[in-house]
């Protein structure tokens, strides 16, 4: 009896008294672990980098204290923004025609049960082959231009949009289809107005793989036969013993991939304020 | 509308559905169905589940082939959907991304009607059903009860002569569903529509319509064809009525008739019951 008087007697007092306490500093802390965290270890790495480097004697050609890449990266700054043009355009132009051929296919694939069983397999497969092996073969067909590229990183990102899109498109819920065509909802429609936006998350997945994977693409095919781009200069770099610089090109990839990356969810954030579930 | 189209106003007759799955056996889901219903009955389909009367319904709706026998409306044979069918179907199948108010418009999308001037009407249904504050709401902030009156406000937004009703309740909680059968009736007895109910709850079945099917599995066909004698407008006050529960347990004895002849035993009812019957 007595302990349940006091059990109901701390419930009542608990709500008036919990908004008046003050938040701990060590709260305020924990919600903003995980942006100090990985900034805090991020810059341990660095730190203990530079003392290893210096402590141990590496020579900066195998591998150059953070401080020497900082100085490195502002001295070839100009030349690097200049060579990661091409390669950004690329990357770019590359993603765009793997999206759309992607997208296309998969509505191909969806709507035609023959041309799913003739391709589907054959995509999969494809997906399982290291396509990286495959970017001589494209200089071989299409020489050593921006196109050829182009073609060969819009060949390795295309597999994950097609899949994923396909994935999307017939993943949709069965009811909403048998809705759309009891209202009598012609194909176009119900593609339009429910299969499109229900395979919107799966799309956009896929378009954030591929968004990486065209970067990788296009950086492979610099490696074998730009004049110009991040991937060329890397290699450039690579052959004058440059480390520091090499170092300093990869930095300058990172922000491009991530600035890449970034617009790709970007875009799928203001898309799924429309057609967000929730 | 000639005379003989409104007594016969929905006709089946000797509809049949077999379902022949690979090389497994043919199952029939629907034996040789034959009834009318003229324009302004609420019929109610009553059956056990998997009695094949959902798949009946389909039928009706022109989402389902035929694979014998014919189905008309209005004196039309049906070949597929129809815009003066409105469907309710067992789930809201609500488009998450779309608001109540946008949901119950999307009929009006989809068959290219001007939205503005439906726009009223939609409002008119919702505050009707009572979502007033709930209109520009999504539908994961919806609770179940309150997707399916969303449903039914889709459903009559278009004004279709015909109402299916596909066990649109029987995912509701039971004081949820005697909510929504009484919302039911007092919508069609403001708008009147023909009206076809698929549901394996007697009760329901009677407080609604003005004449009960009763559909049994083997054979999957009607059995029993009984008039409801009680008055419109109903309350649900009428469920506790000696008649309302002799009707009620008279149906179960049909139904429960068919389960003994499936299980190859004579059909008698029990003791039990006839006492309950009264």
């Keep these: 009896m007595t302990a349940e008087y006091q059990a109901t007697s701390r419930i009542a007092v608990a709500p008036a008294r919990l908004p008046r306490r003050a938040v701990p500093a060590s709260q305020h802390l924990r919600r903003l672990r995980p942006v100090i965290l990985p900034v805090l270890t991020g810059g341990a790495v660095l730190l203990v980098w530079q003392l290893l480097v210096a402590a141990l004697r590496i020579p900066a050609v195998i591998l150059p204290p953070p401080v020497e890449i900082a100085q490195e990266l502002w001295r070839v700054l100009p030349l690097l923004l200049r060579h990661a043009v091409p390669t950004t355009l690329d990357s770019l132009m590359a993603f765009f025609a793997a999206t759309a051929l992607g997208v296309g296919l998969a509505i191909t694939i969806t709507y035609s049960p023959f041309l799913r069983d003739m391709l589907y397999p054959n995509l999969v497969f494809f997906q399982l082959i290291p396509k990286i092996a495959l970017a001589p073969l494209f200089v071989v067909w299409l020489g050593i231009s921006s196109e050829s590229r182009v073609a060969f990183a819009a060949f390795v990102s295309f597999f994950p949009i097609v899949i994923s899109a396909a994935v999307g498109f017939a993943n949709i819920e069965a009811s909403a289809l048998r809705l759309c065509r009891s209202l009598t909802a012609s194909e176009w429609q119900c593609f339009l107005m429910v299969r499109f936006p229900f395979a919107l998350p799966a799309i956009f997945s896929g378009m954030k793989v591929a968004m990486t994977m065209a970067i990788i693409g296009v950086i492979i095919g610099e490696f074998i036969s730009a004049k110009a781009g991040l991937g060329f200069y890397i290699l450039y770099a690579s052959s004058r013993m440059e480390t520091a610089v090499i170092f300093a090109a990869l930095l300058v990839l990172c922000i491009i991939g991530v600035t890449l990356f970034g617009a790709v969810a970007l875009a799928e954030g203001l898309v799924r304020r429309v057609y967000g579930r929730r | 509308m000639p005379m003989v189209e409104q007594a016969r106003y929905v006709e089946l007759t000797e509809v049949s559905k077999v379902y022949r799955d690979g090389t497994a056996e043919a199952i029939e889901a629907v034996s040789s169905v034959s009834f009318t ?242």
């Design chain 2, 37 to 278: 219903v003229p324009l302004g009955q609420f019929v109610a389909v009553l059956g056990p589940s998997g009695c094949g009367k959902s798949t009946l319904l389909m039928m009706v709706g022109g989402l389902e082939a035929l694979t014998a026998g014919r189905i008309a409306i209005g004196g039309k044979p049906m070949t597929g959907p129809r815009d003066s069918i409105g469907i309710m179907f067992q789930d809201a199948t609500l488009l998450p991304w779309k608001s109540a108010l946008d949901n119950v418009l999307f009929p009006i999308r989809v068959l290219k009607r001007p939205q503005d001037a439906y726009r009223d009407t939609a409002r008119q249904l919702l505050e009707r059903v009572g979502l007033d504050g709930f209109m520009h709401k999504k539908p994961h902030e919806l609770s179940g009860g309150m997707r399916q009156r969303v449903a039914i406000c889709r459903a009559l937004v278009y004004d279709p002569e015909l109402l299916l009703m596909d066990e649109p309740f029987s995912a509701l909680d039971a004081i949820t569903r005697d909510e929504m059968n009484e919302l039911l009736l007092d919508l069609w007895q403001q708008y009147t529509k023909t009206a076809l109910f698929v549901t394996h709850s007697i009760r329901e079945a009677v407080f609604l319509a003005d004449r009960v099917l009763v559909m049994t599995r083997r054979p999957a066909t009607i059995v029993e064809d009984l008039t409801i004698p009680f008055a419109r407008p109903r309350s649900m006050s009428i469920g506790e009525s000696r008649e309302f529960n002799e009707i009620c347990g008279h149906l179960r004895e049909r139904i429960e008739e068919s389960h003994h002849r499936e299980r190859g035993q004579r059909a008698e009812p029990s003791v039990a019951r006839r006492e309950l019957v009264g």
